[in-house]
């Protein structure tokens, strides 16, 4: 089992790109007046067959050859119906694939969110050819940072160079405090 939320969009967050997205979209939503942590991540990667999403959550199957078991999406899938929440995966072939996980924020089974700051920074620097719309809201506040804008900015200038790697951490670490105060939950 992952010890952290955060390692859980890490690893649905790593499917989308090995699936060919080249958008994925993460939302990460704390809402302390509905007891709720909600997680939603959308790609337009291949999408999956209706079978496919029906086995998803098996942790006998994986499309991979490398191995034999999958088990990044039914830990996490547990990890969110283990504190009273949901797990949703919505997906269409040649479309894209959504995958929501809505948690009770005060579950005393509820695993902590963890490091997310450096989860999204791992994303955007180690897949420089996939677009991350990385979207935080904590109870009335929010940020969002778009790779795209960046690459309008930096054009040729890539996401592992020491300053801009070191930026986008700072980036991420300035905006999660402004947003929730330094929040650990």
Do not use: W
């Amino acid at each position: 089992m992952m010890t952290e939320i955060s390692l859980n969009i890490l690893d649905v967050a790593e499917n989308s790109t090995k699936a060919g997205a080249t958008l994925v979209t993460i939302t990460v939503e704390a809402d302390f007046g509905a007891d709720q942590l909600t997680v939603t991540i959308e790609d337009n990667g291949c999408g999956m067959t209706p079978e496919q999403v029906e086995r998803v959550t098996d942790p006998f199957f994986t499309s991979r050859t490398t191995r034999k078991v999958g088990l990044g999406v039914p830990f996490f899938k547990y990890a969110a119906e283990s504190t009273g929440g949901s797990f949703r995966i919505d997906s269409t072939v040649g479309v894209g694939t959504t995958v929501t996980a809505t948690f009770t924020l005060s579950h005393i089974d509820r695993m902590p969110l963890g490091d997310i700051n450096t989860t999204i920074h791992t994303l955007v620097v180690y897949h420089p050819e996939t677009d991350f719309v990385y979207s935080y809201r904590y109870n009335d506040k929010s940020f969002t940072m778009d790779t795209r804008e960046f690459k309008a900015i930096l054009g040729d200038i890539s996401f592992d160079t020491p300053e801009i790697s070191a930026y986008i951490l700072e980036f991420l670490n300035e905006n999660k405090l402004e947003t929730d105060g330094g929040a650990q939950y």
